[in-house]
């Protein structure tokens, strides 16, 4: 999820206007937190260590989707495949999970309960 939707996310989830986020964010006026919340600005790293409190979660939760697209392990490929993944309900999920194993032959193995004899 992008930094942007998360601000929203969490804003609507804290019942915080705009106005409200940008009296607790040092430096940060009400256009630019809308900015932030437009995706069209990226706030630093004293504001998102701000926003990280004013909505009292960890930094890395806000960056996490960020983070992800900075890791230089990645292709593009398995970029679009996590986006692609995420898109889909968790019955889609389990079943494109279940071909990706197959193919790759990695076979999750499920415990079965053995009964006494």
Known sequence: MSLDTTLRLLAKARGLTTADIATAIPRAGVATVSAWLRGEKMPGKEQLDALARTFGVPVGALL?????????????GEHDLLAAYRALNSRQQGALLEVARSMSGSHRTTRSRKTPR
């Open 64 to 76: 996490a989707e960020l983070a992800s697209t900075l890791d230089p392990a990645r292709t593009q």
